[in-house]
């Protein structure tokens, strides 16, 4: 059984999160695919952040046609900062020895994997798929493999078009009081404007 997991701040999370979830569970034949909205991002930790009862929110609206889409709030219930390492082994006790993960995450993250909590850990307990962003390639990664031996064989290269959508951009425009139709999710640009988020 092969599960995906996408972390993320998501705040928001807007149409090219689900682009990239969808095209991952079908080229790689993914069973489902878990959204999991950090609760403390410890890259982000002097960053303002939308709280997680609101960011998960937008999850929750986001993926609700997708049957093959779930909310997983494991890093928002957890106390402190949030690291993918230890999500992934909570994950495994939960679903057991059949289940085997493959955490999605953008080109741009993947430079920054040896900053990571136990990134060698890391890609020994899960498959890394790797999404296309705009502005970034892929990091060498024959580098990546010096500081993080096994990473080589970790990586899967998602390919699908750069989908130029940010969470930044989104909460930009809001600010400035310009549209987000078709950035996002109907339901969650209706959460936006009722929660006076961003503005």
Not at 46 to 53: D, G
Request: glycine content about 8%.
């Amino acid at each position: 059984m092969n599960i995906g997991v996408f972390g993320g701040t998501f705040d928001p999370i807007h149409t090219g999160h689900l682009i990239i979830a969808e095209e991952a569970r079908i080229k790689l034949g993914l069973s489902r695919v878990l959204f999991v909205p950090a609760g403390q991002p410890w890259l982000k930790l002097n960053h303002s952040i939308t709280a997680a009862a609101h960011r998960v929110e937008m999850v929750r609206r986001a993926i609700a046609s997708n049957p093959y889409f779930e909310l997983c709030t494991l890093e928002v219930e957890r106390p402190g900062p949030s690291y993918t390492v230890d999500t992934i082994i909570m994950l495994q006790k939960q679903l057991g020895a059949e289940a085997s993960f493959l955490f999605i995450l953008g080109q741009d993250t993947l430079a920054d994997l040896p900053l990571w909590k136990e990134p060698g850990k890391l890609v020994q307990i899960c498959q890394l798929v790797v999404a296309p962003r705009a502005g970034s390639g892929l990091p060498d990664l024959k580098s990546l493999e010096l500081s993080i031996p096994g990473v080589v064989h970790s990586v899967i290269q998602l390919e699908l078009p750069i989908i130029e959508i940010s969470s930044s951009g989104i909460r930009r425009r809001v600010a400035e009081g310009l549209s987000i139709r078709y950035l996002v999710p109907d339901e969650v640009e209706k959460y936006i404007l009722q929660q006076r988020l961003y503005s």
